[in-house]
Nanobody, 120 residues
Framework: QVQLVESGGGLVQAEGSLRLSCAAS????????MGWYRQAPGKQRELVAA??????NYADSVKGRFTISRDNARNTIHLQMNSLKPEDTAVYYC???????????????WGQGTQVTVSS
């Protein structure tokens, strides 16, 4: 059984910073892409940032403000969020593509979500 456990998040004023972390644990053979998505009320879930074998991808709205990093040895990712804006308010979800064994295909796994609220 694979789990993604998130930490961080909370309430911060505009222009402040927060750091999110996500650790994958359980029966893991390999981890491909890991990343963060977010969903604001009434909106679709959207990609915020992702990392695959050292290559990173960011949503245009967060480029220059957010930085994703990965610790492959610990199957962990972090999202450093700076210069936060009220429009960054959303539930942030960790995502990972994981193979549980050599013979199994990759599956998508999601964390439970963590609330980020930015006040103006």
């Amino acid at each position: 059984q694979v789990q993604l456990v998130e930490s961080g998040g909370g309430l911060v004023q505009a222009e402040g910073s927060l750091r999110l972390s996500c650790a994958a644990s359980g029966s893991i053979f390999s981890v491909n892409t890991m990343g963060w998505y977010r969903q604001a009320p009434g909106k679709q879930r959207e990609l915020v940032a992702a990392v695959t074998s050292g290559d990173t991808n960011y949503a245009d709205s967060v480029k220059g403000r957010f930085t994703i990093s990965r610790d492959n040895a610990r199957n962990t990712i972090h999202l450093q969020m700076n210069s936060l804006k009220p429009e960054d308010t959303a539930v942030y979800y960790c995502h990972a593509n994981i193979k549980e064994t050599y013979y199994y295909p990759e599956h998508d796994y999601w964390g439970q979500g963590t609330q980020v609220t930015v006040s103006s």
